[in-house]
């Protein structure tokens, strides 16, 4: 997961839009694509577009957005190119396209497979920021108003890092400029219109493409969604915890049922909590290495276990943590990789979420856990809200109900349960846009990797054909790491943020 200050443990990790916005033109510089064979990747070609840095005053400068691109496997089928995002934000297409992440074969047969890295991101331009900045000390939950003054006084730094660093383009990262510059690489790409899967916050960028270029739209999937009509922090909180805590349900109600489970047999609940009491009492340690295993890194380990989800191995790692004994070796409480900070730069252009006092946070801390008593918190969405505490730059791109006007139906996917992007959002979504929602009555982020038959060939009918499956259609739940059906499948991105 893509998270603000020092990653913790992960298992894997606007205004209403206006006629003149819908009237907006992709940048005419994008022209076409040099495509060459990837240095790194055999079997993948990669290329760039130009665009302007401020669509507003495209004089003042441009920016690079990388791609690469796996062709279609049957030239004689193929329908035109699928752009994919893995979200994040500041997921790497190009590199998640390069380590062979698809769809199933019947689309990788018919389409070719582009990912891009939006700007700022991996081989596009990059925003860059202070190293020291990004390493300083800060309180992750502040516990007084002092550490919360210290909090807006690190993000505050970090963001004006990025600026002195990268320049413009460090304000130039929100969401719906991202969407205008998937328009230029669809009129580069030589598509008349664009076809689109997007998963987590790459369903944002799917969301707003739609509404600023509704005559451009083939077909765009939006599997996991963001809602971005939730108006402030606590309603994102509040959302996001629940979910979690559901998941938590599902998590203990499976090693109830299964007896391979490491804490079957057991009340996983009251083991949890007492886990919680411990990690608040400061007295919870990592059995390997000794480390302080504080209430958030707690919080982190369900949400990134609940991604997959991956119940087998958090049951092994809540037990090694409750019998003070090591974890198996495949579970590690730090990710030394280091900190993404396009995070911030994109996800507080995009949202306004306010929290104007260390009062008004610990209020929300605390009523979000009363609603999740296992969980207490989503770690990610604590530290996405939290990461905006002070950042220097105002949201140009803040939250509104979506709008989409003239465009063909889109399909909306979700599972169940998913610790991430709550099932509420995209019922939220499918709401607004009246557009269907295809529900995965099962459990994890990113439905259409879950192993499921129904909602890889609804959703593969609707890329190919156009076809749409039944309004209110549902597709069973596979048991967590339950045997593939399909000798081979669509390749899950990895799991980042959001």
């Known amino acids: 997961m893509l998270g603000v200050g020092k990653r913790l443990w992960t298992a894997a990790a606007v205004t209403a ?3 003149s916005l819908l009237a907006a033109a992709p940048a005419s510089a994008a022209g076409t694509i040099d495509w060459k064979p990837c240095a790194d990747a055999p079997g993948v070609d990669c290329g760039t577009v130009t665009v302007p840095i401020d669509y507003g005053h495209p004089d003042k400068g441009t920016t690079s957005v990388a791609l690469s691109r796996r062709k279609a496997t049957d030239p004689q089928a193929r329908i035109g190119a699928v752009l994919m995002d893995p979200g994040g934000p500041g997921g790497s297409g190009t590199g998640e396209v390069k380590a062979g992440w698809g769809l199933s074969a019947d689309v990788t047969k018919r389409f070719d497979t582009v990912g891009f890295d939006p700007r700022g991101v991996g081989d596009s331009t990059q925003i860059k920021c202070g190293l020291d900045e990004v390493i300083a000390d800060h309180p992750l939950v502040p516990a007084n108003q002092a ?16 600026s002195r660093l990268t320049g413009p383009l460090a304000s130039f990262a929100d969401t719906k400029t991202v969407a205008r510059d998937m328009d230029a690489i669809r009129a580069a790409l030589g598509e008349k219109k664009l076809t689109y899967y997007g998963v987590s916050y790459g369903t944002l960028m799917g969301q707003q493409y739609a509404e600023l270029f509704p005559d451009k739209v083939r077909a765009l999937v939006l599997d996991s969604n963001m809602d971005h009509s939730q108006q402030g922090a606590w309603d994102f909180l509040l959302s996001e915890t629940k979910s979690v805590q559901a998941e938590f349900g ?4 499976w090693c ?88 911030q730069s994109v996800f507080c252009d995009d949202w306004r979420l306010p929290v104007h006092n260390y009062a008004e946070l610990e209020t929300y ?14 770690s990610l969405g604590w530290q996405a809200v939290t990461g905006c505490i002070g950042w220097p730059e105002k949201a140009s791109n803040p ?30 979504v499918a709401r607004q846009s009246g557009n269907t929602l295809l529900t995965y009555d099962g459990w994890g982020h990113g439905a259409y990797f879950k192993k499921s038959d129904c909602v890889t060939k609804a959703t593969d009918d609707y890329l190919i054909s156009g076809k749409l499956p039944a309004r209110g259609t549902h597709c069973a739940a596979v048991e967590p790491d339950a045997p593939q059906a399909r000798i081979a499948g669509p390749k899950a991105p990895a799991a980042i943020g959001f």
Not at 256 to 280: E, F, I, M, N, Y
């Open 17 to 19: 839009v206006t006629g």
């Open 256 to 343: 109830g049922r299964t007896p391979a489970c490491a804490l079957h047999g057991q009340d996983v609940s009251k083991v949890t909590r007492a886990l919680q009491d411990k990690a608040a009492r400061g007295e919870l340690k990592e059995p390997q290495g000794g480390e302080a295993i504080t209430p958030l890194t707690l919080a982190s380990i369900f949400q990134g276990s609940f991604y997959g989800p991956s119940w087998d191995q958090l049951a092994k790692t809540l037990k090694s943590f409750a019998d003070g004994t090591p974890a198996a070796a495949s579970a590690k409480l730090r990710d030394e990789t280091p900190v993404n900070t396009v995070f």
């Open 399 to 428: 939250q509104h109900p979506l709008q989409v006007h003239g465009a063909p139906p889109l399909l909306v996917l979700s599972s169940r349960y998913d610790p991430a992007t709550p099932y509420a959002w995209s019922q939220t």
């Open 250 to 253: 599902e998590f203990a109600a």
């Open 147 to 162: 550490e919360f003054e210290q909090l807006a006084q690190y993000n505050r730094k970090v963001g004006e890092s990025c």
């Open 365 to 378: 801390r605390r009523a979000v856990a009363a609603f999740a008593p296992d969980v207490k918190v989503n």
